[in-house]
């Protein structure tokens, strides 16, 4: 459960948090990454011209579109699973559209279809060896679980490259949002580093490994070529993930825009035993990003090596957990391999230790999931969960080692005083 947390309603603006800048494994530029420019400082853009509405239960589908065309605006998709439908207006009058939208009776939420950008930030690399792994003790779950292939993990992101010697072997079939094909291919190489970290295959003689090494990747592209990603397609990849099974859904992508739409895909992917893992974002900030901060979400901030918090690392009331997130050794979209940093790659390598938990034991409900996760991980910072380290680092070889009777249980019950007046 999210600590409760307060963000300012009707955000008409976007602020990408991240850079995508990443760079290659000697550090060098070079076309596919280019050196860090201007790009990696936060970017303010105008509000998109979609607009995210959710009909009244038992309107009229009739009044709806009449009043959706005299607002200005025209349907560009729907999202049946989550009753709403994504708008279109011309960008000059969009604001006017969802105001005039927002006074009739007949949609109980209008929001604007907030854009969010992927978690990484540029970095020197220093380090040849995936540390990372030894950290969160990735090794010691291996004696137990190397993952699953009914396990897999979906990654919400900018695709993934299916000819890579790492993950070619593991990608299934997924979906593109942004052309509604089946073509996964990583348009902008953030979410083949995504991939690689959560589960690279390992003992292949070649490159690194993830953390889940035996999980297959579903690619559920989002994320465009500009590093920008629509709620409503992120919304839309949760509920497929889930409708097709996924138990494991990480999205690297944030915004600090709060949204109703959002929370509602979190929500049924909840009810159908899916829980998504997002990254808490770079501007070392407490202001909430999205989807992390929604409720069910489990929002993973970074550490540096020596379990040190990452100094981009956002934090707050929301955090739930920290993973390694500097100087991470991961799959490049080019074939190859390099050093990337971000709370983009914390959030994977908690995903891939979730997926080791459920190759074990499949039978664990959301909710025990993530207390196994919470309870399991070693504590940083203040004793107990803090704002800066959540419930602590996760720790692979506890969370897949544990039994499950020593998780302690959620007190649901309620509170009460006993009042006895004086004899």
Known sequence: MKRAFFALAGLTLWISAGCRDFLPGNGAPSAEFPAATDRCTPKVEAAPSQIIARPAPGADPAAVAEAIAQAGARTHE?????????????GETAFETRDRLRHTPLFTRV???????????????????????????APGAWDTTTGSPQVPIAVVDSGVNAAHPELSSKVLP??????????????????????????????NAMGGAGVAPLAPIMPLVVLNANNVAYY??????????????????????????PSGLLQDAVDYAWSRG???FAAAMNAASSLPHFPAACDRVVAVGATAPGDRRATFSDFGEWLDMV????????????????????????????????????SRQ????????????QQTCDDLGAPGWDLYFGH???????????????????????PFAWVQSPT
């Open 323 to 358: 993973a390694p997130g500097d100087l991470i050794y991961t799959t490049h979209a080019g074939g190859g391999y390099g050093w990337v940093a971000g709370t983009s790659f914390a959030a994977p390598a908690v995903a891939g230790v979730a997926a080791l938990v459920l």
């Open 274 to 276: 899916t829980v998504v």
């Open 78 to 90: 729907a999202i049946p699973a989550l009753g709403a439908v994504i708008l279109r207006a011309d």
């Open 111 to 137: 929001e604007d279809d907030a854009v969010a950008g992927a978690a990484i930030i540029p970095n020197d690399p220093a380090f040849i060896t995936q540390w990372h792994l030894r950290a969160m003790d």
């Open 232 to 257: 409503s397609d992120i919304a839309r990849a949760i509920v497929y993930a889930a409708d097709h099974g996924v138990r494991v859904v990480n999205v690297s992508l944030g915004a600090a825009v």
């Open 362 to 373: 499949p039978d664990l409900t959301p909710d025990q999931l993530v207390r196994q996760l």
């Open 174 to 203: 997924g979906w593109n949002f942004l052309t509604e094909s089946t073509d996964t291919s990583d348009m902008l190489g953030h979410g083949t580093a995504v991939a690689g970290t959560a589960a690279a295959a390992f003992n």
């Open 392 to 414: 602590g680092r996760v720790n692979a070889r506890r969370a897949v080692t544990v039994a499950p009777a020593a998780i302690a249980p959620v007190d649901t019950t309620a």
